[in-house]
């Protein structure tokens, strides 16, 4: 297991549309728990295989946040939302392609998902709250969209600008 570097936006990486995987390899199973130890390590709650160089639809998530619970790591292949509600919910989001920037987005305050474990099973759960907000902001990853697409384009604008100075910063350091 190795912790991965995390892509930082503005990368054209991040802004592909990832390929399917299908039925999981060894490598896939590897490349998730890299995925899973270098979420943890940021920390963050969600990483999609596109953040880290990787252009495969996968993504790693654990949402849980009480002091003391058990973790609650998902590792999701060629998730699909099959179902949305109608009901929208707002949460500050931030990015760990982004680092330090948060925004309000809104969302579906509900989803169902489909998506393949890795063992190759089919899998299907309806997720709310924190856990909705998330894996949609991780899918929106495979598809190449960022949260800050969903920000008035000044702000976004504003957002990138910072990104790129952060960019400098760490490439000279
Ligand atoms: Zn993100």
Partial sequence: MSIRPILIHPDPRL????????????????LAEDMLQTMYDAPGIGLAAPQIGVSSRLLVMDCVKEEGAAPRPLVLIDPVVVWAADELSTYEEGCLSIPEQYADVERPAAVEVRWTDLDGAE??????????????????HLDGKLFIDYLKPLRRQMITRKMQKLKRELARA
Avoid: N
Wanted: glycine share 6%; net charge negative.
């Fill in 15 to 30: 802004k592909k549309v990832a390929d399917p995987v299908g039925t999981p390899t060894d490598e896939i199973r590897a």
């Fill in 123 to 140: 899998m299907s759960e309806r997720f709310e709250g924190l856990w909705a907000t998330c894996v949609q902001h991780e899918i929106d």
